[in-house]
């Protein structure tokens, strides 16, 4: 049985809860093209509350509501852009805005800025004031910059730490106008226990955490995404590379993607410079006295077919043994498992599961 919910006079219907996950009103809306801001939210870190910029007006409740944790009920008359609605969000991101050293122009995520989009739909050109603060970077990590001057306090860098990941680094510290992100009791990222799996950086919505490895290489328009599948492992978790020309900018996760759902842990977002490096083999090398000669793959794949076959017909198959190599996807390593076992008839077969 479905309900509907009226959206700025469009009835929609949405299932009962619990058959489609519960949805909120944010993510009603959303799948049905109307545009609602929010910064703490996150589809992967659930409803947060915080950033209050996701507020919508629903007809018979006397506060605003803040849409990412709304559930929706048969009938509720909810209204997105009312003048009400829109003063107060105008208010919260001019807020951030001035509470901020935002420098958009000179931002590595100018133009992929969820805070900058909010200003954008809600008119504001500059902050109506400004409150200067310094805070300085921490640039102490290997592979991610923290700024908390461009920090606006979702806290989605903290639940994606704690409980997507599990590393539990990150944090709030401090009170007030004092409050900020930490690492572990307040040090610097990179003496922390932080890992640098990046998913902080992922989730944040601002330029707060960025990948150093992409800084001033590229502007967010200037790339095109190319998906694959990330070569450290088995497990298959799904990459976007971000490539200007033929130059990988940065790596993300790609969201709702199985097995890894935008998750990715330090080799697989940041390893990628192997792909540049002049030792690379190019094309099969085959012994001969005390060096190699390139070959063809017909070559290589004769030679080793005939090897095998002489040693099996002079010592038995389980003269023979293979190890699967661990980059492989686990796909490759089971065909590999079925030539071993079906076609060398030989049980001499393992993989190694780590890099």
């Not at 996950?21 to 093209?33: D, F, H, M, P, S």
């Not at 909810?78 to 208010?91: E, G, I, M, Q």
């Not at 991610?144 to 606006?152: M, Q, V």
């Not at 065909?335 to 076992?341: A, D, G, K, S, V």
């Amino acid at each position: 049985m479905s309900n509907t919910i009226i959206i700025d006079g469009q009835e929609i219907a949405f299932d009962l809860p619990g058959k489609s996950g519960n949805k909120t009103v944010l993510q009603i809306a959303r799948e049905n093209g109307f545009y609602i801001p929010t910064l703490c939210y996150h589809q992967r870190t659930g409803p947060a509350s915080m950033c209050r910029v996701c507020v919508v007006e629903v007809e018979g409740m006397r506060a605003l509501q803040t849409s990412c944790s709304l559930v929706p009920a048969n009938g509720m008359k909810v209204h997105t852009a009312t003048p009400r609605v829109l003063d107060a969000r105008k208010v919260v991101v001019n807020l951030l805005l001035a509470n901020g050293n935002h420098e958009c122009l000179s931002c590595e995520v100018n133009g992929d800025c969820e805070l900058q989009d909010a200003a954008y739909h809600l008119g504001i050109e500059t902050p109506t004031f400004l409150i200067k603060e310094t805070q300085p970077r921490d640039n102490s990590a290997a592979f991610i910059l923290y700024d908390p001057g461009k920090c606006i306090q979702c806290g989605r860098c903290v639940a994606g730490c704690n409980d997507q990941v599990v590393n539990e680094v990150l944090d709030f510290g401090y009170r007030g106008d004092k409050t900020k992100v930490i690492c572990d009791n307040d040090l610097p990222m990179g003496l922390s226990s932080c890992v640098q799996c990046g998913e902080c950086v992922q989730l944040c919505p601002v330029g707060a955490l960025i990948d150093k490895k992409g800084m001033g290489i590229a502007r967010r328009w200037e790339t095109r995404k190319v998906r694959t599948t990330c070569p450290y492992c088995g497990v298959g978790c799904q990459l976007e590379l971000h490539v200007k020309g033929e130059q990988i900018i940065r790596v993300t996760g790609v969201e709702g993607a199985k097995p890894n759902d935008g998750h990715l842990c330090v080799k697989g977002r940041y390893g990628y410079d192997f792909i540049y490096s002049k030792d690379r083999l190019t094309s099969p090398l085959i012994r001969e006295g005390d060096g190699f000669r390139e070959a063809s793959w017909d070559e290589a794949l004769t030679l080793i077919a005939t090897k095998f076959k002489q040693i099996k017909d002079e010592s038995g198959a389980d003269a023979l043994a293979g190890v699967s190599c661990s980059r492989s996807i686990n796909e490759d390593s089971y065909y590999m498992q079925r030539l071993y076992r079906e076609v060398l008839g030989t049980n001499n077969i393992d993989n190694c599961a780590r890099v």
